[in-house]
Nanobody, 120 residues
Framework: QVQLVESGGGLVQPGGSLRLSCAAS????????MAWYRQAPGNQRELVARITSGETTNYADSVKGRFTISRDNAKNTVYLQMNSLKPEDTAVYYCNTNLMDYHHRFIDSWGQGTQVTVSS
């Protein structure tokens, strides 16, 4: 079993910054890609940023230049640094990992979500 625990969400004013963290634990042999998604009310869940095991990154056009994804493999943790936040960034942010467990099974795992609200 694998658990993902997210932290770092909250309320911030436009132009402000937040840093999200997501720590994976459990039966983890190797983590492949790690990603952040978000879902605003009435919208579909969308990919925000993704980082591979080789640290190749890709971003949604709407966050390029403002958000940075990174990972600490020793801690099985992925981060999302969000700068210059806008009201349209308001959403529940979800962590996602694609990993192999000790039984060599590939597992796609999701965190519980953390609320980010950008408002004055």
């Amino acid at each position: 079993q694998v658990q993902l625990v997210e932290s770092g969400g909250g309320l911030v004013q436009p132009g402000g910054s937040l840093r999200l963290s997501c720590a994976a634990s459990g039966s983890i042999f190797r983590i492949n890609a790690m990603a952040w998604y978000r879902q605003a009310p009435g919208n579909q869940r969308e990919l925000v940023a993704r980082i591979t095991s080789g640290e190749t990154t890709n971003y949604a056009d709407s966050v390029k230049g403002r958000f940075t994804i990174s990972r600490d493999n020793a801690k099985n943790t992925v981060y999302l640094q969000m700068n210059s936040l806008k009201p349209e960034d308001t959403a529940v942010y979800y962590c996602n990992t694609n990993l192999m467990d000790y039984h060599h099974r590939f597992i796609d795992s999701w965190g519980q979500g953390t609320q980010v609200t950008v408002s004055s």
